[in-house]
């Protein structure tokens, strides 16, 4: 339950509330922000262009739950702070999961948009970097900075998503797109007789090889496939039917007998486990690599690459057994000798939201006094 009024003898009193919001928004105020668009397959009529608080407070009162909203904050930037809370040189926060976005501190004077306050030296920047790549307007066939980089499967699943044209950076990378680029790969192996013996099994169905058999595929030992085969069993993969029809007659009679035998099932070969664990890495790997590439643009912007600390979290780099590492070998790769840090921040972005209210309760009752 959302309140334990019997334990914590919370009922009738308003909660100070940090909101983790993770989606493009255009931050008005600590407390006000304009839902830009979408992203990661979600949609609710009526909301982009809005200010998303008074909706949340609205929702909350059809609950009969009082609440505060001190601090909007997107899941990067509660990412950061809670490791900055421990850790000084947390220069930037980055988020792996379903989405990818990142975000990092920025002196306030090289940021010429600002029009607030220009007392303080810094400014934490959310950089919405999924759309890295987007065309100029957004269209499915506008050509952006990824247009060098990107394969027909790619170009396949932009076509085939609610929002074609959009969030090309994160088509690439998050944990929402992966398994749909290695199904896409798969289906066109399995057309061209190249996997399966041509079957595609269940590999028709959009969705059907989930992000997380990447994790599952590339944790498997190499020498049973046992993961492997289990996932493509259930997938249906590959699978063969095989008819035999006898015909019988009888010595001294015209009469015939025919029998039909029909056997179906799965033959899975040490080849096909190959093939599949090498598209999952193949997959993963370009997804970190891109991912590390982000982090250096973000380390050489700010002059970091000595000491910096980015505080990462999502269910990609906490779970797939080597996305961190690529990620690390990628960024030695692009700046040898360089002292950067990929530390994980578990639940940072609802620790952080939650730092962040507590930073701004103080704050207002110190303005109080």
Not at 87 to 103: F, M, R, V
Not at 108 to 133: P, Y
Not at 159 to 164: A, E, I, K, L, V
Not at 334 to 361: F, H, I, Q
Request: hydrophobic share 35%.
């Amino acid at each position: 339950p959302l309140f334990r009024s019997k334990t914590h003898n919370l009922g009738g009193q308003t909660l100070p509330l940090g909101f983790t919001f993770s989606f493009p928004v255009e931050q008005l105020s600590l407390t006000s922000g304009k839902l830009i668009k979408w992203t990661k397959k979600f949609t609710a009529s009526g909301v982009e262009g809005q200010d998303v608080i008074p909706l949340l407070k609205k929702a909350f009162e059809s609950k009969n739950v009082k609440v505060d909203v001190v601090a909007l904050v997107n899941d990067t930037v509660g990412t950061m702070m809670a490791r900055a809370l421990v850790d000084s040189k947390c220069c930037a926060g980055l988020i792996l999961g379903t989405g990818t976005n990142a975000c990092y501190m920025e002196k306030l004077s090289d940021v010429k948009k600002w029009t607030g306050d220009r007392t303080h030296e810094g400014i934490i920047v959310n950089m919405e970097w999924g759309a890295f790549g987007d065309g100029p307007n957004g269209g499915v066939n506008e050509s952006g900075a990824l247009e060098e980089f990107l394969t027909s499967y790619d170009r396949q699943l932009d076509r085939d998503s609610p929002n074609g044209g959009h969030q090309r950076y994160e088509k690439m990378i998050s944990g929402m797109y992966l398994g749909e680029i290695v199904r896409l790969v798969l289906l066109d192996l399995a057309g061209r007789g190249l996997a399966f013996g041509g079957h595609a099994g269940m590999l028709y169905r959009r969705g059907s090889f989930e992000s997380a058999y990447l994790s599952d595929i590339e944790k498997s030992s190499n020498s049973d496939h046992a993961e492997t085969k289990k996932i493509l069993s259930n997938l249906k993969l590959p699978s063969f039917t095989t008819t035999t029809t006898v015909t019988t007659s009888t010595p001294g009679s015209t009469a015939t007998t025919t029998t039909t035998t029909t056997v179906s099932g799965t033959v899975i070969t040490p080849d096909d486990c190959d093939l599949v664990l090498n598209v999952c890495r193949a997959v993963s790997t370009r997804a970190a690599r891109l991912a590390g590439a982000g982090v250096v643009a973000i380390i050489e912007k700010i002059g970091t690459a000595a000491d910096g600390v980015v505080a990462v979290d999502g269910s990609l780099f906490q779970y797939h057994p080597h996305f961190g590492r690529i990620m690390k070998e990628t960024i030695d790769e692009l700046v040898p000798g360089n002292g950067v840090k990929l530390e994980r921040a578990e639940d940072g972005s609802g620790r952080g939201a939650a730092l962040v209210a507590a930073v701004a309760c103080r704050m207002k009752k110190e303005e109080g006094k």
